[in-house]
């Protein structure tokens, strides 16, 4: 089986930039995908046991590969059982583990989400609202093809579902404003009314960041930490201890 089984090229073009974050997301598809697949199979029908076998296989093979190919770690160092020694138990630990990791990701990228991410209040969520009404209208009237069309009018959509989140993310305005902001000239039915909106869009949300910033000191962006093991190394008893001294006396 491959990557496919499990998620969908859409769903694979989607993934975050972020490599870390991405192998999260890719991880929770994957898994929503394999217990959708297994779900109405019967564990104790030995034809549908192998097919449960081999979709988890599968899913551990995917989750490595896709661990190396962003050089997440430590899944970077893991490798897959093979399948004639395969056995219920590798699993289980392995979703143990996976779950450990995974945890670990999901909080450090939300403290870290912070500090590109801000709170807009409603009165300038209205106003940015407002800003967007305004492109859409431009986008509508402007010389373009229907498809270039639909495809900024989409990207309006995006930005409209961004802002109903309590925490708005910066980056995510950015790069509509980006895409928007890339059109020709000649194709906006005004040039002049896009680019004061767009400029007054951005302004509000650098505004409220600045004045969140001002209120409340959040911690700088920093390194992502490198993920812990569920469990410590087990201690080498012999550790220190020598095997062949050179000492010829006899302790007695």
């Given at each position: ?6 998620v ?22 994957a ?21 449960i ?36 138990r ?47 209208e ?19 959509d995006?930005l ?81 201890a ?11």
């Amino acid at each position: 089986m491959s990557i496919l089984n499990f998620v969908d090229q859409d769903q694979l073009d989607e993934l975050n930039e972020d490599p870390r974050i991405a192998f999260m997301e890719l991880v929770n598809l994957a898994q929503r995908s394999l217990h959708d697949q297994t779900k109405f199979l019967d564990e104790d029908e030995r034809s549908d046991w192998i097919k449960i076998e081999d979709l988890r296989l599968s899913f551990m093979n995917v989750v490595l590969a896709s661990a190396k190919r962003f050089e997440v770690e430590p899944f970077v160092s893991m490798e897959v059982p093979h399948r004639k020694q395969f056995d219920m138990r590798d699993y289980d630990q392995f979703k143990f583990d996976l779950d450990h990791y995974v945890t670990q990701l999901v909080l450090d990228n939300s403290l870290r989400s912070k500090a590109d991410t801000v709170a807009i209040l409603p009165k300038t969520k209205d106003t940015i609202r407002g800003y967007i009404n305004g492109l859409r209208e431009c986008i509508e009237k402007g010389n373009m093809d229907q498809k270039k069309r639909d495809a900024l009018l989409h990207r309006l959509d995006a930005l409209e579902a961004e802002l109903e989140k309590r925490r708005v993310s910066m980056v995510a305005v950015a790069r509509i404003a980006y895409h928007l902001w890339a059109v020709p000239g000649s194709m906006w039915a005004s040039y002049d009314v896009a680019n004061k909106l767009l400029s007054s869009m951005m302004h509000n949300v650098a505004e409220a960041k600045e004045q969140e910033s001002t209120q409340k000191q959040l911690p700088p962006s920093e390194p992502p930490k490198v993920l812990s093991p569920p469990r410590q190394p087990a201690p080498n008893l012999f550790a220190g201890a020598s095997f062949a001294d050179d000492s010829d006396e006899v302790p007695f």
